[in-house]
């Protein structure tokens, strides 16, 4: 799932199961002058996958990524008395091990977190620190044991803000209209299980300009979207993902491997051809090819004209 906003910049997407691949890549777009927006890891089938969103950037930064908490809280520390500041905050768990995952960027503005497992402790900062000018610029939320975190990074703004918490999709969907009708725009969403029920929470801040959202689907989907919105001006601002009943077995099905294809030629008929049903002529000299639903572009396979029902 994903939510796009307008956009000129310079961008990448890049997801890899090999770490040595992805770290190799992402020091290739920070010299080109791409910085990580978003930090996304997931497993699929027991494998740990690695999703980076890169945007074009300048200014120093950096990224901490360790199994220590208590490590990790002292190099956050250490960045922030450099003149970085949180960007990105992200933790998982890979072979029963957590990490925790901090991108840094340049900046000199007020800033805050609040980390607690208690929603009502969490909701009462977030409103304290509103009213001190930080907005919530990261959200996360996870599990430890069985006891659900939630965490918050925060930065100076004076803009309208906005959250809205539901386990009713619809009501999600409704909400999100009417805060865009209100000059507010979604810049950071979570799904997450709770009491046996999914939870969509997310985060909006004032904006103007269109925005498309992006949800629910599988990976050749969702990237032949992304890479048909960034043709249109329009750039990812935040990713999430989240697992379906549907295996791979049963997704990502469109897309052959390259360099397979699939072009195969039937003999047109007076009851076969590429017209309208009934109006085939008597005579067909050409064959009727049914072709695999596909394009490439720069030596990558995209799904045709996937596009929402409903944009701004």
């Known amino acids: 799932s994903g939510v796009w ?3 000129t910049d310079g961008h990448a997407l890049w997801v890899t199961s090999s770490w040595s691949s992805f770290t190799s890549k992402w020091d290739e777009f920070n010299n080109s002058g791409l910085r990580m927006d978003d930090f996304e890891v997931y497993l699929e089938g027991g494998t740990p996958v ?6 074009a950037a300048t200014g120093g930064h950096a990224a901490w990524i360790v199994p220590d908490w208590d490590d990790f809280l002292t190099e956050w520390a250490t960045f922030e008395r450099q003149g970085l500041r949180m960007h990105d905050f992200e933790t998982y768990v890979i072979d029963g091990t957590r990490w925790y995952a901090g991108i840094f960027r340049a900046g000199t503005d007020a800033r805050a977190a609040y ?24 959200f996360e939320t996870y599990e430890v044991g069985r006891v659900r975190w939630y965490a918050g990074i925060f930065r100076q703004g004076t803009d309208g803000h906005a959250a809205w918490f539901t386990d009713d ?11 865009e009708a ?11 299980e709770e009491g046996g029920k999914t939870i969509f929470g997310g985060i909006f801040r ?11 689907v599988d990976w050749q989907n969702f990237n032949s979207f992304w890479h048909e919105r960034s043709k249109e001006g329009y750039r990812l601002v935040d990713i999430e993902i989240f697992p379906a009943a549907c295996s791979n077995v049963c997704m990502n ?20 051809c590429e017209e309208q049903p009934g109006t085939c002529p008597a005579a067909v000299a050409s064959d009727v090819y ?8 720069g030596g990558q396979r995209y799904i045709p004209e996937i596009r929402p029902g409903l944009a701004e």
């Open 253 to 272: 099905q469109v897309i052959l491997p390259a360099p397979d294809s699939y072009n195969y030629g039937i003999t047109g008929t007076s009851t076969h």
């Open 206 to 216: 004032q904006g103007t300009g269109g925005r498309y959202g992006w949800f629910g």
């Open 115 to 138: 980390i607690v497992s208690d929603w009502a402790d969490f909701t009462q900062k977030w409103e304290e620190l509103g009213k001190q000018n930080l907005r919530m610029h990261d």
């Open 169 to 179: 999709w619809n009501d999600f969907n409704d909400k999100w209209v009417e805060l």
């Open 50 to 55: 690695y999703l980076g969103s890169f945007r």
């Open 5 to 7: 906003a307008p956009g």
């Open 182 to 192: 209100q000059g507010l725009r979604l810049v950071d969403f979570e799904f997450y």
């Open 290 to 297: 049914y072709r695999a639903p596909f394009y490439e572009e």
